[in-house]
């Protein structure tokens, strides 16, 4: 059983930085894709950056040059660097583990970004 465990949210002035950390553990699946997905006040979850376990990323236009995601394949944990933060960045932001017959969700951690 996949289990994911969020941390490193918070309130962050705009322009500030934050850095997400997200830990799986029960995982046997060596391919697998991690990522991180938000939710904003009145908004749909969106996807917001993806990386494969050979290391290939994808970040959502909106994040592109500012956030950055990355892993670590040794301690099963993938990380989100959110550099220039926006107000409209506010959301909860939750992981999200796949692989073959297998999607898991973190619980979410809360990123507030102050004008």
């Known amino acids: 059983q996949v289990q994911l465990v969020e941390s490193g949210g918070g309130l962050v002035q705009a322009g500030g930085s934050l850095r997400l950390s997200c830990a799986a553990s029960?995982?046997?699946?060596?391919?697998?894709?991690m990522g991180w997905y938000r939710q904003g006040p009145g908004k749909q979850r969106e996807l917001v950056a993806i990386?494969?376990?050979?290391?290939?990323?994808y970040h959502a236009d909106s994040v592109k040059g500012r956030f950055t995601i990355s892993r670590d394949s040794a301690k099963n944990t993938v990380y989100l660097q959110m550099n220039s933060l926006k107000p409209e960045d506010t959301a909860v932001y939750y992981c999200?583990?796949?692989?073959?017959?297998?999607?898991?969700w973190g619980q979410g951690t809360l990123v507030t970004v102050s004008s």
């Open positions: 029960g995982s046997s699946f060596r391919v697998n894709t």
């Open positions: 990386i494969t376990s050979d290391g290939s990323t």
């Open positions: 999200n583990f796949k692989a073959i017959s297998v999607e898991v």
